[in-house]
Nanobody, 121 residues
């Protein structure tokens, strides 16, 4: 069974940094896009950053220049380095991955359970 497990959330002061990790466990055939989303209280879930298996990246305008997504394909793990954090970055951060579990199988969407990030002023 494929699972995505996030870690690294916590409480940090504005201006500080955190690094989130997302590890994919279970038997998979291919790991395609990996992405981070977040959902603040009372708001819809939004895309934060994404990284294709080939290395291409995409960021929300609100985090450009502050957040960096990376991945270690050998470990099936993605990271989100968050610098210069702002109070408006407070949210639950979710890892998302497009995975095929066997050769010829369709690519399916998987989500982690979320990790909470709180930025205090």
């Amino acid at each position: 069974q494929v699972q995505l497990v996030e870690s690294g959330g916590g409480l940090v002061q504005a201006g500080g940094s955190l690094r989130l990790s997302c590890a994919v466990s279970g038997s998979i055939f291919s790991l395609n896009l990996m992405a981070w989303y977040r959902q603040a209280p009372g708001k819809q879930r939004e895309s934060v950053a994404a990284m294709a298996s080939g290395g291409g990246t995409n960021y929300a305008d609100s985090v450009k220049g502050r957040f960096t997504i990376s991945r270690d394909n050998a470990k099936n793990t993605a990271y989100l380095q968050m610098n210069s954090l702002k109070t408006e970055d407070t949210a639950v951060y979710y890892c998302n991955a497009l995975i095929s579990i066997s050769d010829g199988a369709q690519i399916s969407d998987y989500w982690g359970q979320g990790t909470k990030v709180t930025v205090s002023s």
